[in-house]
Structures are given as C-alpha cells and as structure tokens.
C-alpha cells in the first residue's frame, strides 16, 4: 500500500464484507447443503443397492423407471463427492472466520493508530516550521530593535552634549 490511509480504507472495506449477519447467512447455507448433500448421498446409496422394479430419481426430479447405468451412478457419486469435499473446506473456513474477524479488527485498531500517530507527527513537524518562521522573523526584529536603540542612544548621547554645552555657556554667560 502506498501509505497506511490506503490500508486502513482497504482493511475496513474487507471487514465490512465480513459483517455477522452476512456470515451468518453464509455458514446456515453451507449447513444447508452439507444436510442436502448428506441426504443426497444416502438417496445415491439406497439407488445403487436397488433391484428390479424400483424407481431412480434423476437430477431433473423426474422417475425413470430403469435404473442408472453403472457409469452414470459412478459420475454422479463423484460429482456429490466432489461438492461435499468443497463444502467441508468452506466448513472449516467457516469455522475460522471469526478467528479472522478478531484478527482483522486488531490490525485496524493498530492502522488507525499509525494512521493517527502519523498525523499528529505531521501536524508537529508543522507546528515546528511555523515556530521556526516565528523565530526567525523575532531575531529579524530583535536585530532591527537593537540598532535601532544603539542609533536612539547615539542621538541621545549627541544631544545630551549638545545640552550640557549649552548648560556650560548659559552658566558662565550668569556669572
């Protein structure tokens, strides 16, 4: 991921895929076809032990009267294996999902952690440019003050001469 916003935004749409109500629905289906393939196989057992006279329900839902040829009891067994295989693996993946769940909420708690730390650290790393622009324009300042004083100062100085000499005349012009 570029950076963690993304993950965090990747990691909350997968959990809101994963919402309870849905998973919940997911699993009762899948313990519904696991119940219809169970029955399924025992109907496939009962048919491939039947003799003479007794019917055989096709996929289509309709009697046939004959019964299936070996190679088509076989495919079909294999087929009905196959799909209970599948659903044994989403059983137990079933099983796991809240292992998961658990899982993915801690690691969004933790990305939003970093996503906030890192944007208190950005907002500090701000703050510090501006103190930093702040300090450089009180030094500016600060040096512009200071000549400004020792000018003031000088004028001072010249014009407090200036006045003692005046003082001096004035005082021996009385005398």
């Known amino acids: 991921y570029p950076d963690i916003h993304s ?3 990747y990691l909350k749409k997968r959990m809101e895929l994963m919402d309870k109500n849905k998973l919940d629905s997911i699993s009762h289906r899948v313990r519904r076809l696991l119940n219809d393939l169970k029955a399924l196989s025992s109907r496939v057992a009962v048919a491939s032990g ?3 006279g007794k019917t055989f329900k096709r996929s ?5 009267n004959e019964l ?8 079909h067994h294999q087929k009905v294996n196959t799909v209970y295989g599948m659903l044994d693996r989403y059983q137990e993946t079933a099983e796991q999902l809240p ?7 801690s690691l969004r708690a933790l990305h939003e952690h970093s ?6 650290l950005n907002k500090l790393e701000q703050q510090q440019n501006t103190i930093d622009t702040i300090l450089k324009q009180n ?5 512009r003050m200071e000549k400004s004083f020792s000018s003031n100062m000088k004028t001072m100085l010249q014009n407090t ?6 003082f001096a005349k004035l005082s021996s012009a009385a005398k």
């Open 7 to 9: 993950a965090v935004q």
């Open 50 to 52: 039947a003799s003479d």
């Open 60 to 64: 289509s839902g309709t009697d046939i």
């Open 68 to 75: 299936p040829t070996k190679e088509e009891m076989l495919e």
């Open 99 to 105: 292992l998961i769940i658990d899982r993915l909420k």
């Open 115 to 120: 996503a906030t730390a890192m944007s208190r």
């Open 139 to 143: 030094q500016q300042m600060l040096a």
């Open 161 to 166: 001469q200036v006045l003692e000499e005046k």
